[in-house]
């Protein structure tokens, strides 16, 4: 459903495995996002299709904004470009990270040896993420992530640079750590994941009025229910 309108603006929540990506050699176009994005939430695209604002990873579920007008566009983009929105996202990860709440100042660049990756490169790009830890369950951890830049795949490397990888990204060091999980309930949860545990659960322009939230998708949920069965403690 559509879960934000506000004047030219609207909002929908993104469910995981729906890709956003454009190409022209292969004929993917952003009009083809957008299409693919409302069918995926079982709204008919309206018409006129409105436009994308920005992207997630076919993997994140979450916020995803739009503008009705090429003004509202112009205004929105302008607004990320400038860093005046607001992100916040959600993270499950391997192990605790120490300190329980910081920064993450790395810059990155595009792997030279895959062009699908990302890496950490001191020539890169300035790229910045907070973080502070919600709550640490006995071989992972709940994260609550502040992105203050916005480079391709940047929580997803910066979190396996610090030896934390989010559960399910085996594109960056996730991959069948599972199996050491000795709870039955929480393998199974694991062993059904298909995607990185990431999920956009706020964006936020304040001076345009705009506050738009999405709770966690079901996933995500689940395995945040088989954690709690066993020993747990909050973050200090």
Known sequence: MIFFEKDDVLAL???????????????????????????????????????????????????????????????????FQERRAKKTYRALVWGHPVPAKGTIDLALARDPKDGRKMRVAADGKPSVTRYATLRRFSSLA??????ETGRTHQIRVHLSAMGHPIVGDDFYGGASRWHGVRGRALREALAGLTRPLLHAARVEIPELGIDVAAPLPGDYEKILASLAEAPASRAM
Request: hydrophobic share 40%; aromatic share 2%; glycine share 8%.
């Open 142 to 147: 709940d994260l609550e992530l502040h992105p």
């Open 13 to 79: 929540d993104k469910p995981p495995g729906v890709s956003m990506a454009t190409s022209s050699k292969e004929g993917k176009s952003a009009e083809d996002a957008v299409r693919r994005l409302f069918t995926a939430c079982g709204i008919r695209p309206p018409d006129p299709l409105p436009l994308l604002v920005h992207r997630l990873d076919a993997g994140t579920s979450g916020v995803v904004l739009f503008a009705r007008t090429g003004e509202a566009h112009r205004v929105l983009s302008l607004a």
